[in-house]
């Protein structure tokens, strides 16, 4: 088991990518702390494993994550895996639309890893592996403007923490998928006339032909969670179907 012993924390744990990811994370053998907004989302990942410690929190709410931490204690690993998709190019981006995506995709990233490293510097080791996308880190991507200006954030935050922290035994990667098959994706496609030629058009977009699954990328989560991953720190990990290496 890569993680036995290892106490992690993942944000937007109770749908796609983050849960499947506390799932395998406790398969690994750690100790999973879930953050999520929704209570039942959360609820039913925590009657999978006693594993799972479930905690409803607002990632926009400073507050609530300072108490949060001050109650839970140090990590070993933290995975901030929340993040927003605003719709639209820069003219139709509303301050609003820009706002809530830096709130959630940024700046609650920048509040919980600061929380959380000085845990991991007394203890001197620690892995941080932050959501991006390989939208507006790799590639572009139609009417993603705020949401790829909020991703390319998260790889510069990364690559920051990583070179300010890799003294102190803490690492920090970024994971930068293609299109992946979760709730909020359906979710996007339903808002499309024909939402299965929107799935079929959304899968074309990547060399391999089809959606990543949320379990595809929750393993290159226990990867960069785990000591296999001992040698890489400050780079964003791609896995998009081959998206970024030319799109059909
Ligand atoms: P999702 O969007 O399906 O689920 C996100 C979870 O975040 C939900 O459980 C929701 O309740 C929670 N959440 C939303 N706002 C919150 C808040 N303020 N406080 C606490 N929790 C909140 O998840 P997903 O599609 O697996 O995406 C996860 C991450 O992966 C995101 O950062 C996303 O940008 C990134 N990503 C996804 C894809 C994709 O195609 N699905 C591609 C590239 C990157």
């Known amino acids: ?8 924390l993942i944000t937007a744990a109770a749908a796609g990518i983050g849960r499947e990811t506390a799932l395998q994370f406790v398969r690994e053998g750690a100790e999973v702390w879930a953050l999520d907004i929704d209570s039942g989302g959360l609820n039913s990942l925590a009657a999978e494993t006693a594993q799972i410690k479930a905690q409803v929190l607002d990632l926009t709410n400073t507050g609530d994550l300072q108490s949060f931490i001050a109650s839970a204690g140090s990590f070993d690993i933290l995975f901030n895996c929340a993040g927003y998709v605003a719709h639209g190019d820069i003219l ?7 706002q809530t995506s830096f709130d959630l995709n940024v700046k609650a990233m920048y509040v919980l890893t600061k929380l959380v490293i000085p845990g991991m510097a007394t203890a001197g080791a620690g892995s941080i592996i932050n959501m991006a996308s390989v939208v507006g880190v790799g590639i572009a991507a139609p009417s993603r403007f705020a949401y790829s200006a909020t991703k390319a954030a998260v790889v510069g935050m990364t690559k920051s923490v990583a070179c300010d922290y890799v003294s102190a035994g803490i690492r920090c990667n970024a994971i930068c998928p293609g299109t992946v098959d979760t709730p909020s994706l359906q979710a996007r496609l339903n808002a499309f006339d024909d939402p299965e030629k929107a799935r079929a058009e959304f899968a074309a977009r990547q060399p391999l032909g089809r959606l990543g699954q949320a379990e595809e990328v929750a393993a290159l989560a226990v990867y960069l969670a785990s000591d296999e991953s001992a040698y890489t720190t400050g780079v964003a990990h791609y896995i998009d179907g081959g998206w970024s290496n030319g799109g059909r």
Do not use: P, T, Y
């Open 1 to 8: 088991m890569r993680l036995a012993g290892k106490k992690a």
């Open 92 to 98: 139709s981006c509303s301050l609003e639309d820009w």
